[in-house]
């Protein structure tokens, strides 16, 4: 009998285990370029935003927030499209 326990115990064990390392995976990600939101590459200046799919050649005036404001519009217009889009599917979110 304390065999059969210790089984059932470790194969619950095993799937508590299993279930918390898939919502790690999921919660973290791959890392690959599509999930990335924005990339900063320095050698070219230049911070790309793939959501609003713009490009700003001024990695500093980003970072200061001096040019910020153009990927924030880029990103609220992508959104209103995205709503828009919907609408006209029919699928309200």
């Known amino acids: 009998m304390r065999i059969i326990k ?3 115990f470790e194969r619950k064990r095993q799937q508590a285990e299993e279930e ?6 999921d919660q973290i990600g791959t890392g ?9 590459n320095f050698p070219q ?10 490009s700003v050649h001024d990695i500093p005036g980003v970072l200061s927030s001096e040019r ?7 990103l609220q217009l ?3 499209e995205e709503a828009l889009r ?8």
């Open 45 to 54: 200046n230049r911070v790309t935003d793939h959501r609003g799919d713009i």
């Open 68 to 74: 910020l404001d153009e990927i924030i519009e880029a």
């Open 78 to 80: 992508a959104a209103k």
């Open 86 to 93: 919907a609408l006209d599917d029919g699928n309200v979110k």
């Open 32 to 40: 690959s370029r599509s999930e990335k939101h924005r990339t900063y």
């Open 6 to 8: 210790a089984k059932v």
């Open 20 to 25: 918390r390392r898939k919502a790690r995976n």
